[in-house]
């Protein structure tokens, strides 16, 4: 039977009933279509809601290992009116909950690793905090930028004594690489890159922050008590903002 001769059946099985016969065939022919629908109307109308009212990021950084996610509201409030920042019109993430073990022991490990490359692919992360191992599991993957073409001279000669260097000489690979798990050779646990005189090419890309009385004041790097590193990511497009950030911590 074609599709204009079904209509037809079931047109003639319809007339003359009641409108409430009518709802009741339809509903129990019709149901299970029915309900994709709406649920299909449901979440394109949420998708378009979404895209209409997402505020534009006015700056993003992960703070990896800090544990500080029950203060992460607040330091996000603090840095936003420092800098000056609109949140009513505008994003500032700082993600202070993520966690990451440089030995990529888990699948969750890889993925944080995953999702945080795509971030940098994307323009989506101006700064990455993190312990110093951590952080050398990114910087490896040449994710920071040299300092020297970030801070003004002023603050090249403030920060200096706390840079965190890697060695250009020994970087093979351009693309970022999630670290060999199988591999024999230990994790690289970020000591040993606060000395350039051990490296043949020095590049600084981080910078320590011993001690740091803002990220204490938001309960971050406390529970571990490891000394974070601060570097700027090469595909921000929010440099400004990111430098601001660093004087929030430093001042």
């Given at each position: 039977?074609?599709?204009?001769?079904?209509?037809?059946?079931?047109?003639?099985?319809?007339?003359?009933?009641?409108?409430?016969?009518?709802?009741?065939?339809?509903w129990?022919?019709?149901?299970?279509?029915?309900?994709?629908?709406?649920?299909?109307?449901?979440?394109?109308?949420s998708?378009?809601?979404?895209?209409a009212?997402?505020?534009e990021?006015?700056?993003?950084?992960?703070?990896?290992?800090?544990?500080?996610?029950?203060?992460?509201?607040?330091f996000?409030?603090?840095?936003?009116?420092?800098?000056?920042?609109?949140?009513?019109?505008?994003?500032?993430?700082?993600?202070?909950?993520?966690?990451?073990?440089?030995?990529?022991?888990?699948?969750?490990?890889?993925?944080?690793?995953?999702?945080?490359?795509?971030?940098?692919?994307?323009?989506?992360?101006?700064?990455?905090?993190?312990?110093?191992?951590?952080?050398?599991?990114?910087?490896?993957?040449?994710?920071?930028?040299?300092?020297r073409?970030?801070?003004?001279?002023?603050?090249?000669?403030?920060?200096?004594?706390?840079?965190?260097?890697?060695d250009?000489?020994?970087?093979?690979?351009?693309?970022?690489?999630?670290?060999?798990?199988?591999?024999?050779?230990?994790?690289?646990d970020?000591?040993?890159?606060?000395?350039?005189?051990?490296?043949?090419?020095?590049?600084?890309?981080?910078?320590?922050?011993?001690?740091?009385?803002?990220?204490?004041e938001?309960?971050?790097?406390?529970?571990?008590?490891?000394?974070?590193?601060?570097?700027?990511?090469?595909?921000?497009?929010?440099?400004?903002?990111?430098?601001?950030?660093?004087?929030?911590?430093?001042?």
């Amino acid at each position: 039977m074609g599709i204009n001769d079904e209509i037809r059946e079931q047109q003639k099985k319809l007339k003359g009933k009641s409108f409430k016969e009518k709802w009741g065939y339809f509903w129990d022919y019709y149901k299970t279509q029915t309900l994709i629908a709406i649920l299909a109307v449901v979440l394109l109308g949420s998708f378009i809601w979404e895209l209409a009212t997402a505020k534009e990021d006015a700056f993003s950084a992960t703070l990896l290992n800090a544990y500080g996610n029950d203060m992460q509201s607040n330091f996000q409030n603090g840095f936003a009116e420092y800098a000056g920042i609109d949140t009513n019109a505008y994003g500032c993430l700082i993600d202070a909950s993520s966690t990451l073990d440089s030995h990529m022991s888990s699948q969750f490990d890889i993925a944080v690793f995953q999702r945080t490359i795509a971030m940098t692919q994307t323009s989506d992360l101006d700064v990455m905090v993190g312990d110093a191992a951590s952080f050398t599991c990114f910087a490896k993957n040449q994710m920071f930028l040299d300092l020297r073409q970030v801070l003004t001279g002023e603050e090249y000669a403030r920060y200096e004594p706390y840079f965190y260097y890697m060695d250009s000489a020994v970087w093979e690979n351009d693309a970022p690489s999630v670290p060999d798990t199988d591999s024999a050779s230990p994790a690289d646990d970020g000591s040993g890159h606060a000395d350039p005189s051990l490296m043949e090419a020095p590049v600084p890309v981080g910078i320590y922050l011993p001690d740091n009385a803002r990220l204490k004041e938001f309960n971050c790097y406390t529970v571990t008590g490891q000394t974070p590193v601060l570097g700027f990511v090469f595909s921000s497009k929010r440099l400004d903002a990111s430098r601001q950030f660093l004087r929030y911590l430093t001042e």
